[in-house]
C-alpha cells in the first residue's frame, strides 16, 4: 500500500496540523494538503465515501457541502472517527458523524442553505483507508435558491480560492462524464491557479452513466482533452443504490468489474477505479508533501525567532507575584519615558520613512504655520491707511494739526500687537494637540495593563493641559510687555526722522531697478523645488497636468520633468497674493491659488492659477516658502459699515502723516514679529516640551505610586492574558511542529512529474480566450503515471535532510483571481 519509504510524511502533516490547530489562523502556515473541487452532484461525496468504505457524508439537494471538510484518513486497526471540535469523543458509528457534521454546518450557518469558510476537521481511522489528506469544499452552484445570496456562485468560488491558489495544495478536479469536459468549471479554476497543470489530477466520474454508444476512452487515455497528470476514471454508487444502503464494498467490486468488461476501459482497468485513484493520491501527496517540507521548516523557523522576545518577557512575568508587578510597572514607566523622547527629540535608531515624528511635526508648526499664521493676520494696506486716517483726525479734533502725533502711531500699534494673542494661542494649542498625540501613541504600548493605561493617561494629559494653561499665561504676559512700553529707541526702528526719507529712497531704487532692467540677484536664489499640478487648465486644452516647479525670490517657474532642460513658464511675483482653495467631494489633493491684487491675468487668459499638491505637509511646506518669496496670503477684509465708505485724502498734510505713521507701524510691527516669532518656540519649549518630558521620565513614577493602588495597577486585561497564553501555546506549538520535522526521513522513491501538454483547450475561469489563429494544435499527452513499485532509496537529500527538488524553488505564488458580484435585487 502506497510508498513504504515515505508511509509517515501524511501522518507527519497531520500531526503538524493537530501542533498548530490550538492556534487557530495566527499560524499562517499552508500545509500540503488535495482539495476536492467540482459542480454540484459531480460525485465528490460519493468519491470520497468510496475511499473510507462507509457513508458518512450528509446528502441531499441544492448545496449539502456549506463548510470546507478537512478529511484525515489515517491507517489503523480499528475504525473509528473524531472531530477537532470535540476531540474527546471518539465515533464509531458513521451515522453519527453525519448527523455531527450537519449539527456543526447548522451551527455557523443556520438552516438557510448559506456557506462559511471555517473549517470542520474530520479524522477518520480504518484498517480500509491509505493515509491522505482532503478538503471537501462546496460544489459550484449557478442560481441561488432558497434564501441564499444572489452573489452565492462567487462566494463559494472564493471560498475555493481561499484554498486552491495555495502552492502547497494539490487539486482534484472532479467532472462527470455524462458533462462537456470543456465546460468544466472545476478545470477552469484549476486553470487560474495552476496554469502549468502541475497540481492538478482530473477525475471522471459517472461514467456508467454514458449514453449508449458512447465513451470517454480518449479522455481516460489522455489523448483529446490532456491534463499534465491525466484523468483517472471512477463509477460510484447511483442514488437509487445509496437509498437502498448499497455496501460500499460491493460497490467497488460492481466497479472492477465494470472497467474490466467494458470494451472501451478493459485494456485501462489497472490504472482506473477508486483503489487505484487512492493509491495515486497517496502517492501524490506523498511527494508533494516532502518537496514542500523545506520551505514548511523555513517559515516554521522564522516565526519562532520572531517570537523569541515576546515569549521571554512574558515567561518571566508572574501576574500572581508582586516582584515581578513592581518591576514591570517600572519598566512600562521607562519605556513610555524613552519613547515619548524619541518621538520628540529624533533618534537614529528605528527611523520611521513614511511619517513625520511629532518633533518633526512641532519644527514644522514652528517655522512653518505659526509664520504663515502671523501674516494672515496682517491687516491689509488700504484697512491700515484708513485706521491711521481716522486716529489722526479725531487726536486732533475740530483742531488742524500741524506735526504727526505720537499717539496715533502708538494707538495703531498696540491695536496691532493686541492682535497677536489669537495666532499666538492658536500656535499653543497646534502644540499641545501634538505633545497628547505623542503621548497617546506611547501609551497605547500599555494596553496589556488597562488601569496602569488610564491613570497614566490621566495623569498626563492633565499635566499637559496645565502646562498649556502655564504657556498661555506666559503668552499674555508677552504680549503685555510688549503693549507696556513702545520702544521707539529701537536700533531696529527707522524713526520718525527717517521714515518719510526711507519712503522717497525706496521709491527711487524701484524706479532706477526697473529702468537699468538688470535682473537683480534675488531671482536667482532658489527658495523651493517640487512637484505641483496646475488644476484649473480645462480638459479641451489638456487637463490638470503635474509640472516641476522652481520658486525664487522674484519668480515661479515650472518645467516638463526635474531635468530642468525644458521651461514651460516664468510667472514674475510682482502683486501676486495666495489664496487657500476648498477640498472637493472625494479629492485626496490639497489645493492653493496664486491671482493678481491688480486683477491681471496671472497665467495666458487664466485669472488665478490653482496649484495642487499631494499632503498637508507640502502645502504647508509652499505657503511658508512662498511667504518667504514675499507671495502673502490674502487678507480677510472686515466690513466697514461701522465708519462708512473710506474717504479720499484730499489734505496734502494729511496724505504725507498717514504715510509716516504707515512707515513707521510697518518698522515697529517688523520688530515685534522678530521677537515674537523668536520668544513663542522657546517659551513652548521651555514650558511645554521640556516639562512634560521631565514630568515623565522623572514624576509620573511617583504619583502613580502616591494612588496607593500599585497591585491592581499591573492586573491584566482579559485580551491581555488571553493573547499571553495564545502567544505561548503557539510557540510550543511551533517547537513541536520543528521538532516533528526533525524526525522525517526522506529515504524513498518518488514518481516523477509528467511532462508539460498544450492544455489551451482549458479556458481560465478570470482570463480572456486567446483568439484562435493564436492556439497550438492538441498533443498526445502521456497517461497517467503507473505507481512503481517500492525500490530502495533513489531521491537524492540535502544537508538538512530533506529532498529539494528544483522544479518548486522561487516559484511564485498565484494571485486570487475575483469578480465584482452581482447587485442583490432589492425586494419589492
Not at 500500500?1 to 499560524?27: F, T, Y
Not at 514607566?333 to 518633533?359: C, H, P, Y
Request: glycine share 6%.
Amino acid at each position: 500500500m502506497g510508498n513504504p519509504g515515505m508511509e509517515e510524511l501524511i501522518p507527519l502533516v497531520n500531526r503538524l496540523q493537530d501542533a498548530l490547530s490550538n492556534v487557530g489562523h495566527s499560524c499562517s502556515l499552508h500545509l500540503p494538503q488535495i482539495a476536492v473541487v467540482g459542480g454540484q452532484s459531480a460525485g465528490k461525496s460519493s468519491v470520497l465515501e468510496n475511499f473510507v468504505g462507509r457513508d458518512f457524508l450528509p446528502r441531499g439537494s441544492g448545496i449539502v457541502t456549506r463548510r470546507p471538510l478537512i478529511l484525515q484518513l489515517l491507517t489503523a486497526d480499528t475504525e473509528y472517527g473524531e472531530f477537532l471540535h470535540c476531540k474527546e469523543k471518539k465515533f464509531t458509528d458513521f451515522d453519527e458523524i453525519r448527523e455531527e457534521i450537519e449539527a456543526e454546518t447548522r451551527r455557523l450557518t443556520g438552516s438557510n442553505k448559506t456557506i462559511s469558510p471555517v473549517p470542520i476537521n474530520l479524522r477518520i481511522h480504518s484498517p480500509q483507508v491509505l493515509n491522505l489528506t482532503l478538503v471537501d469544499l462546496p460544489g459550484i452552484t449557478k442560481v441561488p435558491v432558497g434564501n441564499q445570496p444572489a452573489d452565492i456562485e462567487y462566494q463559494i468560488r472564493d471560498m475555493i480560492m481561499q484554498f486552491i491558489c495555495k502552492e502547497n495544495c494539490l487539486i482534484l478536479a472532479v467532472t462527470p462524464a455524462n458533462m462537456d469536459l470543456a465546460n468544466s468549471d472545476a478545470l477552469k479554476l484549476a486553470k487560474d491557479v495552476d496554469p502549468q497543470g502541475q497540481r492538478t489530477i482530473g477525475v471522471i466520474t459517472k461514467l456508467d452513466l454514458m449514453d449508449a454508444g458512447t465513451d470517454a476512452r480518449e479522455i481516460l487515455e489522455n489523448r483529446l482533452l490532456p491534463l499534465r497528470r491525466g484523468y483517472i476514471g471512477v463509477v460510484n454508487r447511483s442514488q437509487k443504490d445509496i437509498e437502498g444502503k448499497k455496501d460500499i464494498k460491493a460497490a467497488l467490486l460492481a466497479e472492477q468489474k465494470f472497467f474490466l468488461s467494458h470494451p472501451a476501459y478493459r485494456h485501462m482497468a489497472d490504472r482506473m477505479g477508486t483503489s487505484y485513484l487512492q493509491r495515486v493520491l497517496n502517492q501524490q501527496l506523498t511527494n508533494h508533501i516532502r518537496d514542500t517540507l523545506p520551505a514548511v521548516r523555513s517559515l516554521l523557523q522564522d516565526q519562532l525567532l520572531a517570537m523569541n522576545r515576546e515569549v521571554e518577557e512574558y515567561g518571566q512575568f508572574s501576574p500572581d507575584n508582586p516582584a515581578h508587578r513592581t518591576k514591570t510597572l517600572l519598566q512600562s514607566v521607562q519605556r513610555l519615558s524613552v519613547d515619548f523622547e524619541k518621538l520628540i527629540e529624533g533618534s537614529g535608531d528605528e527611523v520611521d520613512t513614511v511619517n513625520l515624528s511629532a518633533g518633526a511635526r512641532i519644527n514644522r508648526i514652528f517655522h512653518e504655520r505659526f509664520p504663515y499664521e502671523l501674516v494672515k493676520m496682517e491687516s491689509d494696506e488700504k484697512k491700515l491707511r484708513q485706521e491711521i486716517n481716522y486716529a489722526i483726525r479725531n487726536i486732533h479734533g475740530v483742531r488742524t494739526g500741524l506735526f504727526t502725533p505720537n499717539m496715533a502711531f502708538e494707538a495703531i500699534v498696540k491695536k496691532q500687537i493686541s492682535r497677536l494673542k489669537g495666532p499666538c494661542f492658536n500656535f499653543v494649542d497646534m502644540v499641545g494637540q501634538e505633545l497628547t498625540r505623542t503621548v497617546y501613541q506611547c501609551i497605547n504600548k500599555l494596553s496589556s495593563f488597562p488601569k496602569l493605561r488610564g491613570e497614566t493617561e490621566r495623569l498626563v494629559t492633565t499635566t499637559i493641559r496645565e502646562q498649556e494653561s502655564k504657556c498661555r499665561d506666559q503668552v499674555l504676559l508677552l504680549i503685555d510687555i510688549q503693549l507696556a512700553y513702545v520702544n521707539t529707541k529701537h536700533e531696529d526702528f527707522i524713526g520718525f526722522t527717517n521714515a518719510q526719507r526711507t519712503n522717497n529712497q525706496n521709491n527711487q531704487k524701484t524706479a532706477s531697478a526697473g529702468n537699468q532692467g538688470v535682473t537683480p540677484l534675488s531671482s536667482l536664489i532658489v527658495i523651493r523645488k517640487g512637484w505641483l499640478t496646475i488644476s484649473n487648465i480645462g480638459i479641451m486644452k489638456g487637463g490638470a497636468k503635474e509640472y516641476w516647479f522652481i520658486l525664487t525670490a522674484e519668480t515661479l517657474s515650472w518645467y516638463k520633468d526635474e531635468e530642468e532642460k525644458e521651461k514651460k513658464y516664468m510667472l514674475p511675483l510682482d502683486n501676486l497674493k495666495l489664496r487657500d482653495v476648498e477640498k472637493s467631494f472625494m479629492s485626496r489633493e490639497f489645493v492653493f491659488a496664486l491671482f493678481n491684487t491688480e486683477l491681471r491675468n496671472v497665467y495666458k487668459d487664466y485669472k488665478s492659477l490653482d496649484l495642487a499638491c499631494s499632503s498637508q505637509e507640502q502645502l504647508d511646506g509652499w505657503k511658508a516658502s512662498l511667504l518667504q518669496a514675499g507671495v502673502y496670503p490674502e487678507r480677510v477684509t472686515v466690513d466697514e459699515q461701522e465708519n462708512g465708505a473710506p474717504e479720499n485724502l484730499s489734505d496734502p498734510q494729511l496724505e504725507r502723516q498717514v504715510e509716516t505713521i504707515r512707515s513707521l507701524v510697518e518698522s515697529y510691527m517688523s520688530i515685534i514679529y522678530k521677537t515674537i516669532k523668536d520668544l513663542m518656540p522657546k517659551t513652548i519649549m521651555h514650558l511645554m516640551v521640556n516639562s512634560m518630558k521631565e514630568f515623565i521620565s522623572s514624576e509620573l513614577l511617583a504619583q502613580l505610586y502616591a494612588l496607593g493602588e500599585g497591585a491592581a495597577l499591573m492586573d491584566e486585561s482579559a485580551e491581555q492574558q488571553q493573547h499571553r497564553q495564545e502567544v505561548l501555546l503557539k510557540h510550543v506549538a511551533l517547537k513541536e511542529a520543528l521538532s516533528v520535522i526533525g524526525q522525517i526521513s526522506t529515504s524513498t522513491c518518488t514518481t516523477p512529474l509528467p511532462p508539460p501538454v498544450d492544455s489551451s483547450w482549458i479556458q481560465p475561469s478570470s482570463v480572456v480566450p486567446q483568439r484562435a489563429s493564436s492556439r497550438r494544435g492538441r498533443g498526445i499527452a502521456p497517461s497517467a503515471p503507473h505507481l512503481p513499485p517500492h525500490t530502495g532509496p533513489t531521491a537524492s537529500s540535502s544537508t538538512d535532510g530533506l529532498t529539494k527538488l528544483p522544479s518548486q524553488a522561487h516559484r511564485p505564488p498565484p494571485s486570487v483571481p475575483r469578480r465584482s458580484p452581482p447587485a442583490i435585487p432589492h425586494a419589492k
